[in-house]
């Protein structure tokens, strides 16, 4: 298909799919983007509505706003199911669209390497709606706690399991110990600091594997030093309802929070193409899959090797940098021939711990405490998409370093009666 007007259709409103839309609203050229939501999520700072640090409308913002002011770019809300490159057909729930380019940026989900079960006790961290379960499940806990507090399972709804020692698990662990030590207890009188546990359980030998070895041994002494049992080295072989197995080890707990791994949509599968082992679609030089130069993978769905060996990683400013790219080439209509490789400039990495402690490495420019906090803070906020949700943001972290009170714990969705808490009791 080629049409007077070329024809573009991005996949996923995440970092990459916006920042390819923009990239792409001065050219002549139509661009569809289409997402099952209508949000587009800043997954960054995720965690801190499943500690209950921030509200779900201060880290997301409606697509269409975004994107109100290109006139060449037209929002669809639905579900890709499938790509036909062959007839250059993107397949969705409710219909189809043809295309000339395409951008295919779907995001990725929580894997439990092959035992999804353990989902349903184990959620991830991935979307607004994981966010909130979590969110739900911890607040939930602590009125199950306060009401059964004198029963021998009330240990289990004070015990949090974090599963993952990247930069997610370590927030999580991170956030739920300070809002579980420093807020909750305020407002739960019989509930005592040394009963709450939280676990962060790491298969690996260290903690933010691909930070220094210096500052993974910060990281786990600035969790310690806010209560969490950090458990290296161990992996787990099962999850529950109310326990999991940490190697030779049952932990009982209510509360168990998946952060060990990614796996890529399943779309990417139509593509027929060579996929990785965590699902990822394995890209040219230049983003564009084999066989069909008009399709482009990036963000976290992709897996690209730089011209020196490095592998770009799963992260928003990978995607941003490849969305810029892939526009360019799409805007100049350059062929396979002319088109320079794709090259990932690293602008470093970071991951906080808790309040006025990160740790940062960009280069060989290392940083740890509250500087690396500062940092962390800094750019999270820049990158916010809409100033609004920047102030909001700004005024929730000051509110929360000055009282250690968080303003969102409020238990909205739990469906839960008198006869559900008996049945958890028993």
């Known amino acids: 298909m080629q049409t007077s007007i070329p024809r573009i259709i991005i996949i996923g409103g995440g970092f990459g799919g916006i920042q390819a839309a923009k990239s792409l609203s001065r050219s002549k050229v139509q661009v569809y983007l289409i997402d099952r939501n209508n949000h587009h999520l800043f997954q960054p700072l995720l965690?801190?509505?499943?500690?209950?640090?921030?509200?779900?409308?201060?880290?997301?913002?409606?697509?269409?706003s975004v994107?109100?002011?290109y006139r060449?770019?037209?929002i669809i809300m639905d579900e890709v199911t499938s790509i036909d490159t062959n007839r250059r057909t993107v397949l969705m729930t409710n219909g189809s669209l043809e295309y000339d380019w395409l951008i295919v940026a779907p995001g990725s989900r929580h894997s439990y390497f092959g035992n999804e079960q353990w989902e349903q006790y184990a959620p991830g961290l991935k979307s607004l709606s994981d966010a909130l379960k979590i969110r739900e499940n911890i607040l939930y806990s602590f009125e199950l706690a306060e009401k059964f507090y004198h029963t021998s399972d009330a240990h289990k709804y004070l015990t949090f399991i974090i599963v993952g020692g990247g930069p997610t698990g370590v927030e999580m662990a991170g956030a739920i110990a300070e809002i579980a030590r420093k807020t909750m207890l305020r407002d739960f009188p019989l509930i005592k600091k040394s009963d709450v546990r939280v676990i962060l359980v790491e298969s690996g030998t260290r903690l933010l594997s691909s930070f220094s070895e210096e500052l993974s041994e910060y990281t786990k002494n600035a969790l310690n030093s806010l209560g969490v049992?950090?458990?290296?080295?161990?992996?787990?072989?099962?999850v529950a309802q109310d326990y999991v197995m940490a190697g030779n080890q049952k932990i009982d707990a209510k509360n168990i929070i998946w952060a060990a791994g990614n796996s890529a949509s399943p779309i990417l599968k139509s593509l027929n193409i060579p996929l990785d082992r965590s699902g990822r679609a394995i890209v040219n030089q230049d983003l564009s899959i084999g066989g069909c130069d008009n399709v482009f993978v990036i963000g976290d769905a992709a897996k690209h090797t730089n011209p020196n060996g490095s592998e770009t990683p799963g992260i928003?400013?990978?995607a941003i940098q490849q969305a810029k790219y892939v526009a360019k080439v799409i805007a100049k209509s350059l062929p396979t021939s002319e088109r320079p490789p794709f090259r990932y400039f690293d602008k470093g990495s970071m991951a906080?711990?808790?309040k006025a402690k990160a740790v940062a490495m960009v280069g060989s420019f290392k940083s740890k405490g509250l500087f690396a906090w500062l940092m962390w803070s800094f750019i999270h906020v820049f990158f916010l998409i809409d100033f609004r949700n920047r102030f909001r943001v700004m005024l929730e972290w000051i509110w929360y370093y000055l009282t250690n009170r968080p303003g969102a714990r409020l238990i909205i969705y739990s469906k839960k009666t008198v006869h559900d808490i008996k049945h958890d009791k028993q």
């Open 229 to 238: 049992e950090v458990l290296t080295g161990i992996r787990i072989n099962h």
């Open 47 to 64: 965690y801190q509505v499943a500690s209950s640090a921030l509200s779900p409308g201060e880290i997301a913002v409606p697509i269409r």
């Open 352 to 354: 906080t711990i808790g």
């Open 316 to 318: 928003a400013p990978a």
């Open 67 to 69: 994107l109100s002011k």
């Open 72 to 74: 060449n770019v037209s």
